[in-house]
């Protein structure tokens, strides 16, 4: 499996849209290099994982074909993460010639609603699933699990997402707090061994409780911890941390250097990773 992180920032992107502290004005002095999106991954082309307004940017700056993409997971319906009307772009008069005709959805429960206010000339080609936490759904040569995320704010379903292809397996932590129990009950009972995974940091050094619906140093360093314990995890396991708020001053250099003692891979825009 080959994972691009196309964006890698939290809501407000890196500099902030309207923010002009001093990490911000920073960053601009620094120059585009530095900068962080919204954060989307994709998986060998073919799988999308969310949605952000930044998706039309994220197409052309990395030489994405969106009729190629096969399947969009949604994590949940904040508006960083869930912009469908994007997908309207596929319907009749907009996307012509394309190479995947009916598109997979995969939806968190209470995105129903914004995904059927879509064109009819939308939806008419699209297969809308909505999705069930620890529910597997298979896409092709892909198995994807749903498993609940800690990450309120409004939402009211939220999920990060197993996915696997072959003997592959990678965990899309985000955005999260510290995991439920019946997340790691879930992946030591299913004798699930992760050759990569990335999670959220986005509070990064700043301090966050477990039910912040987001995480930091601590927090991910326990997550780490608990799923090397249950056999999840371990030193050949591909570990990645991402989703970064300005706030935390996430210029790479920084981010590497503060993060060092969790031996985790820090994502930066455009970053691949191959598991």
Not at 50 to 76: C, E, N
């Amino acid at each position: 499996m080959k994972i691009q992180f196309l964006g890698t920032a939290a809501a407000e992107g890196f500099p902030g849209s309207f923010c002009n502290c001093e990490y911000c004005q920073n960053v601009r002095n620094l120059g585009e290099k530095y900068y962080r999106t919204r954060c989307q991954s994709i998986i060998d082309g073919k799988i999308l994982i969310d949605m952000p307004a930044d998706t039309y940017f994220h197409f052309l700056k990395y030489g994405i074909r969106g009729d190629q993409i096969k399947t969009v997971i949604f994590t949940h319906t904040h508006a960083d993460h869930f912009y469908p009307n994007e997908l309207d772009m596929r319907g009749a008069g907009y996307g012509k010639n394309m190479e995947v005709q009916k598109l997979n959805l995969l939806i968190p429960k209470d995105a129903t609603e914004r995904i059927n206010g879509l064109y009819k000339h939308t939806k008419d080609i699209m297969n809308v699933v909505v999705a069930e936490p620890y529910k597997t759904v298979k896409f092709g040569d892909y198995e994807i699990t749903p498993l609940k995320a800690r990450h309120g704010y409004g939402v009211i379903h939220a999920n990060i997402y197993l996915i696997k292809k072959g003997d592959k397996a990678f965990l899309y932590g985000h955005d999260t707090g510290y995991f439920y129990d019946e997340v790691f009950d879930y992946l030591k009972d299913n004798n699930v061994y992760l050759s990569g995974l990335t999670l959220d940091c986005c509070y990064a050094s700043l301090p966050i409780s477990d039910e912040g619906g987001h995480m930091g140093y601590p927090n991910v360093e326990r997550v780490l911890n608990r799923l090397e314990e249950l056999g999840v995890i371990d030193g050949n396991t591909k570990r990645v941390i991402n989703h970064f708020s300005h706030n935390v001053n996430p210029v790479q250099e920084v981010i590497e250097k503060e993060s060092k003692h969790l031996n985790c891979i820090v994502a930066y825009d455009g970053m691949t990773l191959e598991i």
